[in-house]
């Protein structure tokens, strides 16, 4: 049975998560192309392949059709600017609260446009009540909802 690996990158770790799982026979690791990597997506493509490249589990993946893709989605990006969760940076708070990507950038939009956007210390410590309270991170909608009644 095949091993697939998917993370998001939260944290800023999860190119050496998906290089140690690499490393430890997965088959499939996901990454994302550069512009579009890092944060609550998936780790850098461009980083994963350059480490790979010199050893036995090089990707062959040249790196000059990583930056030609990058170039491309870099550019597309930006004709979505407007729908951009406006997450710049890492969080390794994510240990604490352990809020799945999607979720993430979801519960961050949602807080913003009910005003509490200087209160995202207070959201996120809702989240671990709500979470802890009825443990519904499986249902991501319901327990979003939940974070913000409690906020």
Known sequence: M???IHSHDTAGISASSMLACAAAGADVVDVAIDS???TTSQPSMGAVCAALEQ???GTGISHENIQ???LYWSNVRTLYQCFDA???SSDSGVFDHQMPGGQYT???FQSQQLGLSGQWKQVVKAYIDANDLVSLSSYSGSLSVLTLLLS
Request: hydrophobic share 45%.
């Open 86 to 88: 406006n997450v710049r």
């Open 106 to 108: 979801n519960l961050m």
């Open 2 to 4: 095949p091993i697939h």
């Open 36 to 38: 579009m990597s890092g």
């Open 68 to 70: 030609a893709l990058n």
């Open 55 to 57: 050893t036995k589990l």
